[in-house]
């Protein structure tokens, strides 16, 4: 099956800085999803982006197709942006997500 | 109102009981899944249902039998528990069965088997 590797695996700001997460993966994709997972356990979607660039707030997104690669920016980043990122990939065009092993975030205030 | 939800939050139970999970949405998606997250955080998909179909089963142990009543409900039986079971159930929809939709999670399911 498709492989996701994320990294770093671990990361830790201060509050205010910026962060780069990356989510690597082995084989063409239909789909690719970002989550956060808070503290509290949800999974929320931050993103769906299979290709190019989107934005949302503080929160941006690029995947290169061609290169296997999605990058997620974090800006000016708050502590309640701890938690735990996740891509999750899809090839199958089934709906069946293989999620990377996720980026632990905490940001101290 | 909630879009995916689960019952119950949290389950605590002995080795070798029988459980239930259960999971509703009221998106009017199509699609249901069952992943599993363990202790260090490793999601895995489970099982996917696209109306009341089965389409996805991974090789979970035949102990464990999704059911769809209908496309707004997917729920999740577990027979002869294990403490390997431990983990928290996320149920989760998505529009159609195709690799092109967003995927909705519910709140999970802590479930402890002691």
């Known amino acids: 099956g498709i492989q996701v590797e994320q990294s770093p695996p671990d990361l830790i700001l201060q509050e205010g800085a910026n962060s780069t997460l990356r989510c690597n993966f082995s084989?063409?994709?239909?789909?690719l999803q970002w989550f956060h997972q808070n503290p509290w356990g949800q999974l929320i979607n931050l993103f769906y982006i299979p290709s190019g660039t989107k934005q949302n707030g503080r929160l941006s997104a690029t995947t290169v197709a061609t290169e296997r690669y999605s990058l997620l920016y974090i800006s000016s980043s708050q502590t309640t942006d701890s938690g735990v990122y996740f891509c999750?990939?899809?090839?199958?065009?089934?709906?069946?997500?293989?999620f990377g092993d996720g980026t632990t975030l905490t940001v101290k205030p | 109102d909630t879009a995916v939800s689960q019952t119950p939050k949290y389950l605590v139970t002995q080795m070798g009981n029988d459980k239930s999970i259960k999971c509703e949405q009221n998106?009017?998606?199509?699609?249901m899944y069952w992943y599993k997250q363990d202790s260090k955080k490793f999601l895995k998909i489970m099982f996917s249902y696209n109306n009341k179909e089965l389409i996805i089963n991974e090789t979970v142990p035949n102990r464990f039998s999704p059911k769809s009543p209908d496309k707004a409900h997917l729920n999740l039986h577990i027979n002869s528990l294990e403490l390997g079971d431990s983990a928290v159930y996320f149920c989760?929809?998505?529009?159609?069965?195709?690799?092109?939709?967003?995927?909705?999670f519910g709140p999970g399911t802590r479930l402890t088997v002691l």
């Open positions: 084989d063409s994709v239909n789909n």
């Open positions: 999750a990939v899809d090839n199958t065009n089934a709906g069946k997500s293989t």
């Open positions: 998106l009017g998606h199509d699609t």
């Open positions: 989760a929809s998505s529009p159609r069965a195709t690799s092109t939709d967003t995927q909705y």
